[in-house]
């Protein structure tokens, strides 16, 4: 029950942070955040289909689509003051520490299912 209120703890979050945020790389990145959160608490709730389906789809190819729009945009020396400006380590540490928070809880849950399966529960 603790990994749920971690997992929405961090959905919540990473959802505030991408709603708050003028960068689009910057929300972009949280609200992919806030998607694996999600995904961990379908997962968390016994449905591993749509925790996939969740990876996959929104995750994956919405999000790729919506850095490839960002990307198109033209933004002239502005946009490339501001790309060195994201190079920066201290940028990536609040998505960085939220994702490590993610995995973590990922990777403890694959193992205690793992263990329910080889005992036969």
């Known amino acids: 029950m603790m990994l749920f209120y971690i997992a929405a703890a961090v959905a919540l979050a990473a959802t505030i942070l991408a709603m708050t945020r003028t960068n689009a790389i910057h929300a972009l990145i949280y609200l992919i955040v ?15 289909f749509a925790a996939a389906l969740e990876v996959v789809i929104y995750a994956g190819a919405i999000m790729v689509l919506f850095v490839f729009v960002i990307m198109m945009l033209n933004l002239g020396e502005e946009g490339d003051a501001r ?3 994201w190079l920066e380590p201290r ?4 998505p960085a520490t939220l994702s490590l928070i993610l995995l973590t809880e990922l990777v403890f849950l694959i193992g205690s299912v793992e263990g329910q399966i080889s005992q036969g529960v």
């Open 83 to 85: 790309e060195r400006k």
């Open 34 to 48: 806030s998607l694996l959160s999600i995904a961990v608490i379908f997962f968390l709730i016994g449905a591993p």
């Open 91 to 94: 940028i990536w540490i609040g």
